[in-house]
């Protein structure tokens, strides 16, 4: 009896770390596509791969919804449907900067991400000064929210949002 009891809380301790190891995980493909979008093309201010397929391979696989959350001025934002991974970190929010149709000045074609940190942010700040991107940590994420016009409740937490877009690779 005393073997099954620990044969029990043995195999429940196994699944709950399996299942919170498992809370962030997607398709590595879809984070490496998104890393990809988000690397830089040497001596160029562009990015080495396309945003839109990025955001298109989250939008197949059920992570963000086939329309934006919001469009506000050239951005369209994304806010994540269930768990994702980001760097280590949970990937709350995914934008994109693009035109398609001129509304004024100042578009600045690219991507960025919003994440809830877990730990710390050092290979965030590692790869925004390798990519030329600009990190901002921490982000007060209900308020950079409230201010497009996205009603979301968040958990508390330390979130931080990476920016990699044309105007964050000039010179």
Known sequence: MAEWRRTRRLLGAFLLAASC???????PGLESGLL?????????????GTSG??????????YIGKRPNQRFDY???????KPASFMGHELVLIEEEYITQYIGCCVSPGAGVT?????????LQAFASAQRCTLTDPVDVQHALSEVAIKARLRQGHYASLSCRERDAQP
């Open 21 to 27: 190891a498992s809370v962030h995980a997607a398709d």
């Open 36 to 48: 990809h979008a988000l690397h830089l093309k040497k001596g160029t201010t562009d990015r080495v």
């Open 53 to 62: 397929k990025a955001i298109a391979a989250y939008m197949r696989e059920g």
């Open 75 to 81: 951005t369209d934002y994304y806010l994540l449907k």
């Open 115 to 123: 994440v809830k940190v877990h730990g710390n942010t050092q290979n």
